[in-house]
C-alpha cells in the first residue's frame, strides 16, 4: 500500500505512514468540539453588587438604634458578603480548571 499524503511504500496493516505520520484510515471519531469561553461581565458586576449592597447594609444597621431589628440588618448584611466572596472564589476556582 502506498501512503496517500506522501506516496511511500508502507505496509498493508499499517495505521500510519512511518515517513509524513498520515493516517492510513479515516478517523473513527471526530476531535471535541471546543466551545469559546463565556464572557465573565455578569458574575463580576452581580460580585460587586453583593458587596456593595451588604456593606451598604452593614453600615445602615449600626445607624438605626440598637435592638433586634440592627442585629436583623448586620446579619443580612453578613450574608450578602459572605455570599459575594464565595462566589468570587468559586469563580477563581473554576477559571484555574
Request: aromatic share 4%.
Amino acid at each position: 500500500m502506498q501512503c496517500r499524503q506522501c506516496g511511500t511504500e508502507i505496509a498493508d496493516k499499517a495505521i500510519v505512514c512511518f515517513r509524513c505520520g498520515t493516517a492510513t484510515t479515516d478517523p473513527v471519531r471526530r476531535p471535541a468540539e471546543i466551545r469559546p469561553r463565556r464572557g465573565g461581565l455578569l458574575s463580576i458586576v452581580a460580585f460587586v453588587v453583593l458587596l456593595l449592597l451588604g456593606l451598604y447594609l452593614g453600615m445602615a444597621g449600626r445607624s438605626i438604634s440598637p435592638g433586634p431589628e440592627a442585629t436583623r440588618v448586620e446579619t443580612i448584611a453578613g450574608v450578602l458578603i459572605a455570599v459575594a466572596l464565595l462566589s468570587l472564589v468559586v469563580r477563581i476556582v473554576r477559571r484555574r480548571r
